[in-house]
């Protein structure tokens, strides 16, 4: 689960930070746009390593609410927000899987060894 929902965030850092160049074209400060972006951008960054922890999949799920929020600033948001809410969806639901299946696998080794 780890990795595909890495991936994702790690995503996510890049369309913030294109989203903000965006923004800054609309009627907030660049200090405004920046401040926000900035700690979405570090709150995606944070998360890659802290997927393990109890609770950063919900931070995730918050993260990706912020990102659909964000298209009152920049409509396009709506779209991508909603784009990767579906992709972290996928990431946690077919990486638990995953997770599951190797799991499986190594049962099945140890049982065979």
């Known amino acids: ?6 991936s994702t965030l790690i995503a996510e ?3 913030i930070g294109f989203a903000g160049l965006v ?8 200090a405004t746009v920046w401040t926000v972006c900035g ?10 390593g802290m997927l393990s922890r109890p609770g950063a999949v919900q931070i995730g799920w ?3 609410i912020g990102l659909i929020a964000s298209g009152f600033v920049v409509p396009t948001m709506f779209f ?7 992709l972290w969806w996928c990431s946690v639901h077919y990486g638990r899987k995953i997770d599951e299946a190797k799991a499986r696998w190594a049962a099945q080794g140890e049982a065979q060894a």
Do not use: E, P, W
């Open 13 to 15: 850092f890049f369309v």
């Open 80 to 86: 991508l927000g909603a784009v990767f809410a579906g």
């Open 62 to 64: 918050a993260l990706q």
């Open 1 to 6: 689960m780890r990795t595909l929902c890495a």
């Open 39 to 48: 700690i979405a951008m570090l709150l995606s960054v944070l998360l890659c």
């Open 23 to 30: 923004a800054m074209k609309g009627d907030l400060s660049q």
